[in-house]
């Protein structure tokens, strides 16, 4: 089917807040089009998905196309599946969340069906010119930049920012169709995948937590980073990191935020002994809270911050814990 289509990605048998924020944007893209909503799913063993909350959430029908080859992931496998399905239903576009796997696979597609890309959108607007006007926010958000695709360019592959857009209130009584779909071979799959390895953190997952608590260089070591931890435990929040802090190995790479880490956008985010840096805030810039705890009163954290706690950790930050720790327990 043609129309706007979801990349779904799912994560142990069901699908990340990402999934749904996109088919809100999707919903509304295709109201302005007059056209349908697909959510695309790809895997090995899809059985276990649950598809039904993809239907409540906005989507006309799912695509899904079952194959041991698409198990594990690799771009070469993904890429063809995606390809050949939008060469046989031509859609006017296909979002990704802008993640791994999105920025991985999403410019790979885009070239194979020789069309063009836009990463890390954040507003979307119907141009009765342009067709659509995507927002991106370069330079660690320094500027805003609008660009729509040429009218030929079509499948409009896009990466859409976690959390830049509100998910849709599911309509329980809404159903998708599950349509499954068939490729002829997946071409020359280049990667061989030997293991997958998974590390369970036990907290909030960075990308969708409301509210991220993040250490830098100034924990000055794992046992300063437990502090960050220990905060972020009791507000219930995920822990991030900036690189110095996992370069030392205090903390696991899954937790970097910024240019080279993931981006996250919570509606409260605090710094603890982060300098603010433009390549840690190209990751942390969208969120809508930042509070800021460092020591020097030049940190650049202290322009972007709308709160400043000019402390060291090490006093501020048990302080804190302790303080929302309180205000729980009451």
């Known amino acids: 089917m043609a129309g706007i289509w979801v990349y779904a990605e799912p994560r142990d048998g069901s699908f990340p807040r990402a999934t749904f924020e996109m088919l809100a944007l999707a919903r509304r893209m295709a109201d302005a089009e007059g056209t349908d909503v697909a959510a695309v799913v790809l895997g090995s063993g899809l059985g276990d998905v649950d598809c039904a909350p993809l239907g409540a959430a906005g989507a006309d029908a799912v695509l899904a196309l079952d194959d ?5 992931y690799t771009t070469d496998a993904y890429a063809a ?4 399905l939008a ?3 031509r859609p006017d576009a296909v979002l990704f969340a802008d993640g791994a796997t999105g920025l991985d696979v999403g410019p790979v597609l885009a070239q194979r069906l020789d069309t063009g890309f836009v990463a890390d959108v954040v507003a979307v607007e119907a141009d009765a010119q342009e067709g659509f006007l995507f927002t991106r926010e370069p330079y660690s958000g320094k500027v805003r930049a609008d660009v729509a695709f040429a009218a030929d360019a079509r499948p409009m592959v896009v990466t859409v920012r976690p959390k830049a ?5 599911p309509d329980e009584g809404r159903t998708a169709p599950v349509l499954m779909q068939h490729v002829d071979g997946f071409g020359d799959v280049r990667q061989t995948v030997a293991d997958v390895v998974r ?16 250490g830098g260089r100034g924990t000055k070591g794992a046992a300063g980073f437990a502090l960050v931890e220990e905060l972020a435990d009791v507000l219930g929040a995920a822990v991030g990191a900036s690189r110095p802090a996992v370069d030392e190995g205090w903390t696991d790479i899954q937790f970097q935020v910024g ?12 710094a603890c002994g982060i300098s603010g840096s433009i ?18 009163p030049q940190a650049e954290i202290f322009k972007v911050a709308d709160y400043g706690i000019m402390a060291d950790l090490f006093e501020a930050v048990p302080l804190l814990t302790e303080a929302f720790r309180a205000s729980k327990a009451s």
């Open 259 to 270: 240019q080279t880490g993931k981006t996250v956008a919570p509606s409260l985010y605090i």
């Open 68 to 72: 041991p080859a698409l198990a594990p």
């Open 87 to 89: 060469a046989q239903q």
């Open 81 to 84: 599946a995606l390809a050949a």
């Open 279 to 296: 390549q840690h805030m190209a990751g942390a810039a969208a969120s809508k809270c930042i509070v800021a705890v460092n020591t020097d």
């Open 199 to 214: 590390r369970a953190s036990g907290r909030v997952e960075l990308t969708e937590a409301d509210a991220v608590v993040s």
């Open 165 to 169: 857009f509100d998910p849709a209130a």
